[in-house]
């Protein structure tokens, strides 16, 4: 039997959405808490939705939201970034954007990731990676 191709899942902490095409869409849940078990479901839940295929991938961080140590470094070691093409964060509020850059500098990657403080400008930067792939 087939399995049916997911386009949506939401976990305890995370929302993920496949938008036309390539774009996967990742949202930071308000509150949500992140260790190392919540991030192992949210990888295996957004391994389901990109259904084996490399994606853009655009992450909203703008909730308020928590990350341990162990959880970072897990979802750097997990075959998602192996899956993916480029990666845009969003994040408006200064203590957000402090974290994720601190991610982006502490754990080097091969694909290109990027912060943006506007969904806007991080899509046009994602779409322009579509092509080259």
Request: with cysteine; charged share 25%; glycine share 2%.
């Amino acid at each position: 039997m087939r399995e049916r191709n997911i386009s949506a899942i939401t976990t305890n902490s995370i929302s993920i959405h496949l938008d036309h095409g390539a774009l996967l869409r990742i949202t930071l849940l308000e509150g949500a808490e992140i260790d190392i078990e919540e991030t192992i479901k949210n990888c295996s839940a957004i391994l389901k939705v990109a259904a084996g295929k490399k994606r853009l991938i655009l992450v909203n961080a703008n909730a308020d939201w928590a990350i341990t140590t162990e959880a970072r470094a897990y979802f750097v070691r997990e075959n998602i970034l192996e899956r993916t093409i480029a990666m845009a964060f969003v994040a408006d509020k200064l203590p957000k954007r402090l974290i994720v850059n601190f991610f982006i500098r502490l754990h080097k990657t091969s694909i290109p990731i990027k912060l943006f403080s506007k969904e806007e400008k991080a899509l046009i930067w994602l779409k322009s990676f579509k092509i080259k792939y």
